[in-house]
């Protein structure tokens, strides 16, 4: 299943706000996450980072972003890439830092016909 997202911090914040209460409360780990902390520039940093590293960074190579007005950054490196009945899709590690908090996880992207990139749940086999 596809879905579009700008951003896989965006993704996980939308799954959040729309999380039924029980499934809201077990989210507690957000409170501790970086993210919580981003301002609107460090969002606008993240997502170009993103975009750079779906669309012109070949696996391994890492695009950094870094505030200078709040010091928080973070980075993003495409891990693998898969071409599966002509969808091309990138798994990505992203990591990123917010008031002396560290987070990082790994996401899927796969490119739809448009060219933009979609945060899908698991990778076509």
């Known amino acids: 299943m596809i879905r579009s997202f700008a951003l896989p911090f965006a993704a ?5 706000m ?7 409360s077990n989210m507690r780990w957000l409170e501790y996450s970086p993210v919580r902390f981003f301002t609107d520039q460090d969002w606008k940093l993240a997502r170009a980072a993103t975009r750079t590293a779906l669309n012109d960074t070949s696996d391994g190579e890492t695009v950094t972003w870094k ?8 980075s993003v490196t495409p891990v693998s890439t898969q071409s599966r009945e002509g ?30 990139w979609a945060a899908v749940s698991n990778m076509p086999k």
């Open 67 to 74: 505030n200078p007005d709040n010091g928080n950054h973070g």
């Open 18 to 24: 729309l999380a039924q209460p029980t499934l809201a």
């Open 12 to 16: 996980i914040t939308a799954a959040l």
């Open 87 to 116: 969808t091309t899709c990138r798994q990505l590690l992203i990591k990123n830092h917010a008031r002396n908090l560290d987070g990082q996880g790994q996401f899927d992207f796969c490119q739809k016909p448009d060219g933009k």
